[in-house]
């Protein structure tokens, strides 16, 4: 995986609240059998009209957000299923950071599987780095993983919270099933438990 | 020392290892796979030469993709679905798992046929790359939705990273009234509680109103827990549950029965167990309610009229605009005004035996106004029983088509979907903009609302069609 650190870039805003995942990748994309390639149709039924043509007024359409790493947005983003194919179309774009007050649960943890980094804040925080994006393609702001801390354009600086057992396999790009293979014989050691009070599983 | 609710009890049931921050490893007993998030975990697996650790529970079928149309036995027109399901195929083969290919009666929508062969057991935690996993907890089973690179976790080491949710109670005191189901139970909860509502919670539902239903009933009231935003929705084991499970093909038997039987009946939340969150509804005051937006928390009585987007706080304003405006529904408009042009009865919220009985009872001796109207059974077998007990002709003669099993028009990755502005009243659980479709709109209901809608042409209180209750003695 793909090592997350610090990232100086710039924002989109998306001030929409329940971004469900059919709107950041609809399902005839979720029919590949592959991880790659879905970052042109990250958001498609927002971003293109009938004809496939850019909707010149989608965020991600407008000169100024086209290279954008950061996505700031509303509550509870990522509701719906359980598709990998979001954070896998999210990343394709080149996003590696969201912000929004709340994320849904299964998205959130998708994230983390796939180097990208969401970071939860209380709404007036959210408001002041939506307003800091709004500003276009100068407002660069700073992710800093290591010091958890984001840095606005004008050099505000808002602090997150990061789980830390995440937040050190994000900084290492470490693979989670390589780290659970380690402890294979606590695993063995309670398969063989479990035989004897539900042998029945 | 407090007590343990019934998601503590499985929790420590299951738990491998728990690091100092709370970081645990949990043991996996089910894992369900289909073919729409399971491609690039087998891919995974393969790449770096890892194997399957427990094939013999994991359980793998098609059902996203696969058309639900009679003689589809000849094969998948749309490549990329073909391509697909031929992939589950093959993976299936060859890492040795339980598979249900589409040709196998059997097959069907995955959390319908997990429950039906008795893969799915109290106290288990099940696992699946599909967020209604939640389904499952009608059992007492700890089951919720993953992405796809924790089903490569799941496949090759048998277990998954956790951190332990919070516990949040959901009780629905009381009992139903008639025309009132599972599914309004369901939707009420989320229209009280919001889609973020259970963010960060697992529920468990509990109550007399949850004690008095199906399991059919309980599995669609947990299939939902997801659209409040609960990692899993929980409903205690009871004779009900016992009664359902008692000789399916993959549960215990014989010694094995008995003593999976007395640990289950040990599963339930001790009386001082502490709640994070407590949610309380009166069973009474639930009414058939219908969806007018784009978000399952976006919920009403079928006697309310839709509402201005100036009712509401906050981002739900715009939110709300947006849904009317997508919609195609001006605000004050009756719910009972609005015209379907489709209805789908089908999913795996209300795909099971219970929902086309209560549809059939509804559209018994009608015919449907709508421009077209389609069941779809959850599996072979729901499919296989309906016609034996004739609720197929009744389907059929009332002018729906009758579907062969998968999740056909619930997500329209397959060829059945909505037209833009097609307006439709669908028993599935999400009524996302574009999720049946592009363009297509979605009103979310009971099976018995949504026939109700079949036979009037619009979106209709189905207890206006109900025959008049004897009065009880
Ligand atoms: S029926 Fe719908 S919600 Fe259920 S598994 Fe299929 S697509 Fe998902």
Redesign the interface.
């Known amino acids: 995986m793909e090592k997350f650190t610090t990232l100086h870039g710039i924002a989109a805003p998306l001030?929409?609240?329940?971004v469900?995942t059919?709107?950041i990748i609809?399902?005839?994309f979720?029919?590949?059998?592959?991880?790659e390639g879905l970052g042109v149709n990250l958001f498609d039924?927002m971003r293109y009209d009938?004809d496939g043509n850019e909707i010149p007024g989608f965020v991600l359409n407008q000169p100024a957000y086209r290279d954008a790493e950061i996505l700031i947005a509303?509550?509870?983003f990522g509701?719906?299923?359980?598709?990998?194919h979001a954070?896998w179309a999210i990343k394709d774009f080149g996003i590696r950071c969201i912000v929004a007050p709340?994320?849904?649960?299964?998205f959130y943890?998708?994230c983390f599987?796939?180097g990208i980094l969401p970071i939860a804040l209380p709404q007036e925080q959210v408001d002041k780095l939506m307003a800091d994006a709004e500003k276009g393609a100068n407002a660069r702001m700073t992710v800093d993983l290591e010091r958890q801390e984001i840095t606005t354009s004008e050099g505000e600086v808002i602090a997150f919270e990061v789980?830390?057992?995440r937040k050190h396999c994000l900084m290492e790009g470490l693979d989670?099933?390589g780290?659970?293979?380690e402890?294979?014989a606590?695993?063995d050691s309670?398969?063989s438990r479990?035989a004897q009070s539900?042998?029945?599983? | 020392m407090t007590g343990k609710t019934l998601y503590d009890k499985i929790w420590d049931a299951h738990l491998v290892d728990c690091a100092e921050d709370g970081t645990s490893l949990l043991y996996i007993d089910r894992h369900l796979v289909h073919e729409v998030t399971s491609p690039q975990a087998f891919e995974g697996l393969r790449m770096s030469g890892r194997t399957v650790r427990k094939p013999g529970n994991t359980i793998a079928v098609p059902d996203h993709n696969v058309p639900t149309t009679e003689g589809r036995e000849a094969g998948i027109e749309n490549e990329e679905s073909r391509i697909q399901v031929e992939a589950l195929d093959r993976n299936a083969r060859e890492f040795g798992i339980h598979y249900y290919p589409v040709s196998d009666v059997r097959q069907g929508i995955v959390h319908i046929i997990g429950p039906e062969q008795g893969w799915t057991l109290p106290g288990m935690t099940v696992v699946c790359g599909d967020s209604h996993t939640a389904t499952h907890g009608a059992f007492g089973a700890l089951a919720h939705g993953i992405g796809t690179s924790e089903v490569e976790h799941v496949l090759a080491t048998q277990t998954l990273i956790q951190t332990k949710s919070k516990n949040m109670k959901v009780e629905i005191t009381g009992k139903l009234a008639p025309g009132v189901t599972a599914k309004d139970i369901t939707l009420s909860v989320i229209g009280h509680t919001g889609t973020a509502g259970g963010t960060g919670y697992v529920i468990e539902y509990c109550g007399e109103a949850i004690r008095a239903l199906s399991m059919e009933g309980r599995m669609t009231v947990c299939n939902m827990a997801i659209e409040g935003g609960a990692r899993a929705g929980l409903i205690a084991p009871d004779e009900t549950t016992f009664a359902y499970v008692r000789g399916r093909p993959h549960a215990p038997k014989g010694a094995q029965w008995e003593a999976a039987l007395a640990w289950w009946k040990t599963l339930q939340s001790d009386e001082d167990a502490h709640w994070d969150k407590v949610v309380t509804l009166k069973g009474e005051d639930i009414a058939p309610v219908v969806t007018w937006g784009t978000s399952p928390e976006d919920v009403l009585p079928i006697t309310a009229n839709v509402p201005d987007p100036s009712d509401f706080t906050g981002g739900k304003v715009g939110a709300a605009r947006r849904s009317l405006d997508y919609m195609g529904l001006e605000p004050g408009q009756k719910l009972s005004d609005i015209e379907i042009d489709t209805v789908f009865i089908g999913s795996c919220t209300n795909g099971r035996i219970e929902d086309l009985r209560a549809a059939a009872r509804i559209l018994e001796g009608k015919k449907i106004k709508v421009k077209r109207a389609m069941v779809v059974p959850g599996s072979g077998l729901v499919r296989a029983q309906a016609e034996e007990e004739g609720l197929a002709d009744i389907f059929r003669q009332a002018g729906f088509e009758w579907r062969m099993a998968g999740c056909s028009m619930c997500l329209a990755m397959n060829p059945d979907q909505l037209a833009p502005g097609e307006r439709c009243a669908a028993t599935s659980n999400r009524n996302f903009e574009g999720r049946q479709g592009r363009g297509g709109r979605t009103h979310l209901m009971s099976p018995a609302m949504a026939a109700a809608a079949a036979v009037t042409g619009h979106l209709t209180d189905v207890r206006e069609l109900m025959q008049p209750q004897a009065e009880p003695a």
């Open positions: 001030p929409l609240i329940n469900d059919d709107m609809p399902k005839q979720l029919k590949t059998i592959k991880r039924e009938d509303g509550d509870n509701c719906g299923s359980s598709r990998e954070p709340s994320f849904a649960d299964i943890n998708n599987k796939n789980d830390a057992f989670d099933i780290l659970t293979m402890k294979s606590a695993i309670y398969e479990a539900r042998p029945w599983v």
